[in-house]
Every structure is written in structure tokens, then in C-alpha cells.
């Protein structure tokens, strides 16, 4: 199977860049999507399509993809942002999720 | 707006089956826009993708469920549903019912999320 691989977590200061990677077999020729989620809410996607943003997302989060690793980056990290990020692709119709990264703000 | 609602039991025995379904309303359950998925997410652990269903019934599941986990549709009462046979501890989860948007094929929409312990 598929596997993507972040780092189990983050620490950033606030106004800080935070940085959360995710890494996988030529990742970067697919599309990859970036999921948070707070405790005891459901998962909410804030990039997808490697750098597109939904409607209502901050423009301070962004993502890039090539080769094999797929980033997620919050400029000016607020602690509203405290949360666990997960990446997201396909292979093959399959969906795969990567562990998760927990990103404490302080 | 599409909303999710899970429902069933919070509670199922080993080797019993878990059943569950999720209604969705606000529209689009029949047009095609999206396919309808189950993901769930253990204690401590991350989120596992667990299958899919389009609106025409074909499905498609995790290698590590497809031999236990089974998903129908119900267009004419806007819900979908998970069977999942013969569960264990391993399958005490958040079970969370999931929209993925086409052509973009991404997560647009998810339901609250239920809990389910499995334990005799």
C-alpha cells in the first residue's frame, strides 16, 4: 500500500511560519489535499489540488507539491491554528491519509 | 449547503457486525458531484480512509477492510451506509461520513463524526 509519511509534530511561535511536510513515492505526480482538524470536530480541508484553497480558507495557508514531498505552510500561525494536519492523495482510486502532525502554537 | 448525519449504535460486541448510515441532505445526493466515503479515526491514532460508494452504486474499499466492510446506497432516502463484519478492538473508532467533490476529488463535507467502542 501507499504510504505518506509527516512528522508526528510542530511547534511554532505565533506570527511564525509554520512548515508540515508529507512525503510519499512520487508524490508530486499527484494531487495532494491538506486536512485540519481540532479536537472533537471533523477534519477540514484547507488545501487541495496541491495549492488551491477552498472558499472561506485564510490566505495564509498554502501548499506545494514536487517530486516526493508535499508541504503545507501557515504564514503569520495564529493559535486558532492549533490543530492536527493531514495529508491526503489517492493511488489508484484509494484513498490514503498521512499520520497526522499535531502543530502546537507557543 | 450538504450536511451529514451518522447514525447507529455506539456500541457493538466483538465478532458482531457494525452497521451504520449516513443521511445527507441540502441536495446534489443524485447528481453525480460527488462520491460518498467512510473514514474513521481511532484514539490516539489518524485518520483511515475506509471506502467509497458512487451514486450508481459502485463501491470501493481499503485493502485492509475489503473483506469485511460492505457499503450500499439509498437514493430515494438520501443515505448511504457501512457494514463492517467481524470487528475487533482494532475497530473502536470516530466513524465520520464523507462528500469527496468531483471532479476536484477532494473532502468538501463531513458529518459530526460517532463514536463506536467495540467491547463485549
Known amino acids: 500500500s501507499y504510504d505518506l509519511t509527516q512528522p508526528p509534530s510542530v511547534s511554532v511561535s505565533p506570527g511564525h511560519t509554520a512548515t508540515i511536510t508529507c512525503s510519499g513515492d512520487?508524490?508530486?505526480?499527484?494531487?495532494v489535499s491538506w486536512l485540519q482538524q481540532k479536537p472533537g470536530r471533523s477534519p477540514v480541508v484547507v488545501i487541495y489540488h496541491d495549492s488551491k484553497r477552498p472558499s472561506g480558507i485564510p490566505e495564509r495557508f498554502s501548499g506545494s507539491n514536487s517530486g516526493n514531498t508535499a508541504t503545507l505552510t501557515i504564514t503569520g500561525t495564529q493559535t486558532l491554528d492549533e490543530a492536527d494536519y493531514f495529508c491526503?492523495?489517492?493511488?489508484?482510486?484509494?484513498?490514503?491519509f498521512g499520520g497526522g502532525t499535531k502543530l502546537t502554537v507557543l | 449547503q450538504v450536511r451529514l448525519q451518522e447514525s447507529g449504535p455506539g456500541l457493538v460486541k466483538p465478532s458482531e457486525t457494525l452497521s451504520l448510515t449516513c443521511s445527507v441532505s441540502g441536495g446534489g445526493f443524485t447528481s453525480g458531484e460527488s462520491y460518498y466515503n467512510w473514514v474513521r479515526r481511532p484514539a490516539g491514532k489518524g485518520l483511515e480512509w475506509i471506502g467509497r460508494?458512487?451514486?450508481?452504486?459502485?463501491?470501493l474499499y481499503h485493502p485492509s477492510v475489503q473483506r469485511r466492510a460492505t457499503m450500499s446506497i439509498d437514493t430515494s432516502k438520501n443515505q448511504f451506509s457501512l457494514r463492517l463484519t467481524s470487528v475487533t478492538a482494532a475497530d473502536t473508532a470516530v466513524y465520520f461520513c464523507?462528500?469527496?467533490?468531483?471532479?476536484?476529488?477532494?473532502?468538501?463535507?463531513w458529518g459530526p463524526g460517532i463514536p463506536v467502542t467495540v467491547s463485549s
Open positions: 512520487a508524490l508530486g505526480e499527484t494531487y
Open positions: 460508494i458512487y451514486s450508481g452504486g459502485s463501491t
Open positions: 491526503q492523495a489517492w493511488d489508484v482510486s484509494t484513498g490514503v
Open positions: 464523507a462528500t469527496v467533490r468531483l471532479p476536484e476529488d477532494y473532502f468538501d463535507n
